[in-house]
């Protein structure tokens, strides 16, 4: 399972400190262990239910592309604001990796193998499951934060540098496909 994971994941490299980059790893085996979902269906599935069944992109895609736009952002804001606006980027990464990891608690597969709702989503949105699981695998709170914080959920609380930038790299990836004026 490690093996598959680090294979979706080759974004988990960027993860200087060895230990959080483990249980990194560690939340997504703890994740699949719980799931009906298997490594390979999130090159299949959704990335999510809100827009509709002809989506094409991929749960992985969408969310290695979050992981990128949040990497290159913390390096430029790094690059220009330097102390007066740093970011952790240890933290960012693995916020950005672990942010839709609840979603595998969320998610089920319909008798077509297609993605729907499963109870558990019914009843508690991806945020709460991702802190959950991320918090049995030893995740501190500045990530478990990002993981909370990152969605709509989010907008009732302060969030940190990290958080914002994963929240806004995932919102422009994803509020195109649902909300986009098409001329």
């Known amino acids: 399972m490690i093996n598959k994971i680090k294979e979706l994941w080759t974004e988990l490299d960027w993860i200087k400190d060895d230990d959080l980059r483990q249980k990194v790893i560690d939340t997504w085996v703890l994740a699949f262990e719980k799931s009906v979902l ?8 959704p990335f999510t239910l809100l827009c509709g069944p002809d989506l094409k992109v991929s749960f992985i895609t969408h969310k290695r592309c979050v992981t990128h736009i949040a990497k290159q952002s913390g390096e430029k804001i790094n690059q220009f604001f330097k102390d007066e606006l740093p970011v952790n980027m240890d933290v960012l990464i693995a916020g950005a990796i672990l942010c839709d990891v609840g979603k595998l ?21 991806h945020p709460f499951s991702g802190v959950s699981l991320a918090e049995k695998c030893g995740i501190g709170p500045e990530i478990c934060h990002i993981i909370a914080a990152h969605a709509k959920e989010g907008d009732l609380i302060k969030r940190s540098t990290e958080a914002y930038i994963v929240h806004h790299s995932d919102f422009m990836t994803f509020l195109p496909f649902k909300d986009r004026l098409k001329i």
Do not use: F, H, S
């Open 105 to 125: 608690l969320e998610y089920v597969l319909d008798e077509k193998g297609k993605a729907v709702q499963g109870n558990y989503g019914k009843y508690l949105r």
């Open 38 to 45: 298997k490594p390979d269906d999130l090159k299949v599935i």
